[in-house]
């Protein structure tokens, strides 16, 4: 009924899982032994990583390029490397830029958005944002097969249609748990949800541009990248008219200087994930789909929500720990983990047709000798070492 299966060049969505999950242990240990406001700080990191990182990548990949010699047709981190200048693209130069320009100003606006309402954060769950993430793989879908115009199989309809029930529980959830008072009223509960939802949303953009521009502008991840972490910091430059983030860090130094350097270490080591992280990300929805790289965001949501319990003293209702609040929901983001994955295809269900349009049944279909090769037939590509 149900198996578990691999897909070619795994270990880049592994990757993306690993440094997703150690940064995010990395800022919540950062901001509990400082407490201090580093979340702009945050911000220029994320851009820097970014930018270094994928002009690190591409430099690489030309010297690649240079050193092997090669014609038109081979692979560099399994994505095919087109040196024909003669190729025809959907778009001109500067409907390009404008897009670059346009997904970094997406991960500009999802990461001010989100800090401008963590004020509200305090009056409900401190995982709330977390737990509503799975929203993003039905968003990023929709765009997926209405905008980019690609498939959309059937245990991918059924993966978002229990993804979608679960998150309808989780808000009702919410509802019912939720100190509803004088303060926090639930005109503003559903304000804030909604605020959640834009942030989801400029996220689902940005996904979907950066598809676009792979897989009908042929546009380099790499290259992307790159464009992106220095547009997003020339952003972040401008915001910092309206707020410093100097001040905190000079608080810092002189108000215990033997802690500055283990913070400067802390805040390296956070770019350095980012840019790891955001490697790893352009390169999965570049062989894979938004819908892969947005699993990284809520695939770890039941360990993410036990930390917030322990250590955020989160799921709290009428001033005390709430375990039915806790386990509800622990039992709801593992069925969203749990749909996620049949989504992208690393668990098959043997039910219903379900498996049918699968990666795997694809490929056992077209590996027998009568039967017709199928128009979704993906041929395995070799990892980078296969093809040097």
């Known amino acids: ?38 979340d702009l700080i945050y911000l220029f990191l994320m851009f820097l990583g970014e930018f270094l990182f994928g002009l690190l990548s591409y430099s690489y990949q030309l010297k690649y390029v240079k050193q092997k010699k090669l014609s038109n ?9 087109i040196t024909n200048d003669k190729i025809q693209i959907n778009d001109n130069k500067y409907k390009i830029y404008f897009l670059i320009t346009a997904t970094a100003f997406f991960d500009f606006m999802e990461y001010i958005l989100f800090l401008e309402f963590i004020p509200s954060l305090v009056d409900c769950s401190y995982s709330f944002e977390e737990r509503l993430s799975g929203i993003l793989i039905i968003l990023d879908s929709l765009f997926y097969r209405f905008v980019l115009n690609l498939p959309i199989f059937k245990h991918q309809f059924f993966s978002i249609i229990i993804i ?48 676009y521009l792979f897989e009908y502008d042929y546009l380099n991840p790499f290259k992307l990248l790159m464009l992106e972490g220095i547009i997003g910091f020339s952003f972040g ?11 905190s860090i000079k608080n810092l130094y002189y108000y215990n200087s033997d802690n500055f350097v283990y ?13 790891i992280q955001n490697t790893f990300r352009v390169v999965t929805n570049k062989i894979y789909s938004p819908m892969a790289s947005t699993l990284a965001l809520y695939f770890f949501n039941p360990i993410y929500i036990i930390i917030t319990l322990i250590l955020n003293d989160d799921f709290v209702s009428k001033e005390k720990r709430n375990y039915l609040y806790f386990s509800i929901n622990f039992v709801l983001t593992i069925i969203v983990s749990f749909s996620g994955l049949v989504y992208n295809e690393f668990i098959i269900l ?3 047709g379900l498996q049918h349009d699968t990666y795997k049944e694809i490929s056992y279909r077209a590996s027998l000798p009568n039967d017709k090769p199928s128009i979704y037939n993906i041929n395995d590509i070799d990892d980078e070492d296969s093809n040097a």
Request: hydrophobic content about 60%.
């Open 1 to 38: 009924m149900i198996k578990f299966a691999s897909r070619p060049n795994m270990k880049y969505l592994v990757g993306l899982f690993i440094s997703s999950f150690i940064r995010y242990i990395l800022q919540n240990i950062t901001d509990m032994y400082f407490t201090l406001d580093f």
């Open 73 to 81: 047709n081979f692979h560099f981190m399994t994505i095919k490397l």
């Open 164 to 211: 979608s029930i679960c998150l309808i529980i989780t808000i009702a959830i919410e509802f019912i748990f939720q100190d509803i008072n004088y303060f926090f009223r639930y005109a503003d509960f559903v304000f804030l949800i909604f605020k959640f939802f834009i942030v989801i949303f400029f996220n689902s953009l940005l996904d979907l541009i950066e598809k």
């Open 237 to 247: 430059i401008i915001y910092c008219i309206y707020k410093n983030p100097i001040s």
């Open 263 to 275: 913070l400067v270490l802390s805040l390296l080591l956070f770019m350095i994930l980012s840019g």
């Open 350 to 352: 043997f039910f219903c």
